[in-house]
């Protein structure tokens, strides 16, 4: 039946992970509000998630700034208005590209090592091992690496959104020799202060999503090692799906809530 | 005018009501399915304050899943599991930590956390669970570890251990906080012999002095001699027999006696040398008296 119906066994299985998700995020956020685990083992999960994907990052963040600036002055130049370039190229970071690039690259190496982790623990008894010297699974692995994606994601982001920036600045006026005057008006003009809050606030969520999905999925794994490769690509595909889904609607709700008194 | 209580007073583990010989932990009717098979099929045991009872069974008889339902770990179908009077199975995860605390487990491949130091992991029932001082905690751990045999491994990674070495290293941890109930899932397995009768002796004295109570998955016939106040055996998902072991080894049920005395059934002798098992088992008997004798001297 599922051979005949590829789609319903795929959305079945989607179902039943955003399930399985939200019942792991209940129970961070009670775990949350308990006893945390030792400074240690927040500091070691701050380091991985955080520093060790800044390089990631920012080559993610430098390079989209820079082709969406070569990009944008092809089309520009035609109607004459180059020193928008800059413009665009910081209100598509801010409000796009940053958080949703920099969340798919985390999606891919964030998640995949949580997954790895903690599914290659859960194969060898150590999350059993967890519980039976009486600790919790969700307190002990889950907490750590979800609070540090939620704090971490958006300064990742901000990280993404100035070297985008940067680059962008540097193809128009280093190269493409935009006036740097109207380049830099133009550029202040467009950003706003809600656009980076918003960034923000998306690139949480993501790094929500990304952390309790890989998370699910790990203590999730089936036996052996082709398990745990298996559930480490699915935790990727499944963050990558709900990163850009969230986006959405993330975005229309806080075009909704917008207050009138920010211009 | 009473001396006693300063001695009591002093006794390591906590002081327990109970007295010896009534049963604390009491398994019924026990059903658990795994990956479609019913793997326990109706498991009735019970377990006496401060007794030591070894379970045996053939490979893949649902021992380890046993084990694991005693903590908690896996959830039976149906049935009940009472320690020292409450029914765990009733109860949610988060209640089950402090019936945990009670409890230390050796698991069957020892279970190490690998991103974490010997040190560490001996420790990590304290870390969490009590309020001592970092010094008094690196104490405990020494001492646990000179117990297992291995002083000195304190700051290695469990990756650059022996697999014996990490069985060890497990069963410290199990004992590091003085739990009042053991589970050893194959205690003496992937040990030398010498270091299989360490941990025998210890098993036994854990049991003498600090009257912890304990569950021993073995195959070691030797171990189970050494250790068991009472012997049970699991088969088809079931325990089928339990006695002491003085029964047990001489016992007359033909199951026990094949386990006991390590002999392949009639079946599997066929299965191995086809229809001429007789044959075969003969020509074993006959290289045997055809072996050259002893040189003199
Ligand atoms: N997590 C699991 N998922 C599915 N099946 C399992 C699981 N754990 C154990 N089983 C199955 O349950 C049965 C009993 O396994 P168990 O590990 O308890 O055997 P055992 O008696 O401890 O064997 P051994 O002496 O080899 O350790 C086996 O058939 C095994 O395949
Ligand atoms: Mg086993």
Not at chain 1, 7 to 32: K, P
Not at chain 1, 192 to 221: H, P, Q, R
Not at chain 2, 180 to 208: A, C, Q, R
């Amino acid at each position: 039946m599922t051979g005949a119906l590829p789609g319903v066994a795929a959305i079945t299985s989607i179902l039943r992970t955003a399930g399985g998700v939200f019942t792991l995020l209940m129970e961070t956020v009670r775990a949350a509000l308990g006893k945390w685990p030792r400074r240690r083992v927040l500091v070691e999960q701050f380091y991985l998630i955080g520093f060790r994907s800044t390089p990631v990052v920012l080559t993610t963040g430098l390079f989209t700034g820079m082709v969406l600036a070569v990009q944008s002055f092809n089309q520009f130049r035609r109607v004459n208005i180059v020193s928008m370039v800059g413009a665009v190229v910081s209100v598509s970071m801010v409000k796009e590209l940053g958080p949703v690039l920099t969340g798919l690259m985390l999606a891919g190496r964030v998640g995949a090592s949580i997954t790895a982790e903690i599914g290659t623990m859960s194969v060898t008894e150590q999350v059993d091992a967890l519980r039976a010297l009486a600790t919790s699974p969700i307190r002990w692995l889950v907490l750590p690496r979800v609070a540090a994606a939620v704090l971490l994601t958006p300064i990742l982001t901000l990280m993404a959104d100035v070297v985008g920036i940067a680059g962008g600045t540097l193809i128009c006026v280093g190269f493409l020799k935009v006036e740097w005057h109207f380049h830099y008006i133009n550029m202040l003009d467009w950003l706003k202060v809600w656009d980076v809050g918003v960034g923000c606030a998306k690139s949480s969520v993501f790094g929500l999503l990304i952390a309790l999905t890989a998370a699910y999925k790990g203590l999730n794994t089936e036996p052996g090692a082709a398990g745990v490769g298996k559930a480490a690509t699915e935790a990727v595909v499944t963050s990558c799906i709900l990163i850009l889904t969230s986006d959405f609607f993330l975005t229309v709700m806080f075009a909704a809530m917008k207050p009138d008194w920010i211009r | 005018m009473n001396p006693a209580p300063e001695s009591q007073e002093a006794a390591p583990a906590a002081p327990r009501e109970i007295p010896k010989g009534a049963p604390v932990l009491e398994i019924r009717e026990l059903r658990k399915s795994l990956g479609g098979k019913e793997v326990l099929k109706g498991v009735n045991l019970t377990v006496r304050q401060g007794e030591a009872l070894v379970v045996i069974g053939g490979s893949g008889c649902g021992k380890s899943v046993l084990l694991k339902h005693i903590l908690g770990l896996f959830k039976p179908d149906s049935g009940s599991i009472h320690i020292e009077g409450e029914d765990i199975t009733q109860m949610h995860e988060r209640d089950l930590f402090g019936i945990r605390q009670r409890f230390g487990m050796l698991f069957q491949g020892a279970a190490l956390f690998d991103s974490m130091t010997v040190a560490d992991n001996v420790s990590f029932a304290l870390d969490e669970h009590s309020k001592k001082s970092p010094a008094e905690k690196l104490e405990i751990v020494r001492k646990k570890l000179a117990i297992v045999g291995l002083p000195g491994v304190e700051n290695k990674y469990p990756a650059e251990l022996s697999g014996g070495m990490k069985k060890r290293v497990a069963l410290a941890r199990a004992i590091a906080a003085d739990p009042h109930f053991l589970l050893y899932d194959e205690p003496t397995t992937g040990l030398d012999p010498i270091m299989s009768d360490v941990i025998n002796e210890l098993i036994v004295k854990l049991k003498t002095s600090l009257r912890v109570t304990s569950i021993i998955v073995t195959h070691d016939m030797a171990s189970a001699r050494k250790v068991a106040d009472r012997m049970a055996m699991l088969d088809e998902g079931v325990i089928i027999y339990h006695d002491t072991p003085e029964n047990t080894f001489a016992s007359d049920n033909d199951i026990v006696r094949r386990f006991v005395e390590g002999k392949a059934s009639m079946e599997q002798m066929k299965e191995i040398w086809g229809e001429s098992a007789g044959k075969a088992q003969e020509s074993e008997n006959t290289r045997r008296r055809r072996r050259p004798p002893p040189p003199a001297q």
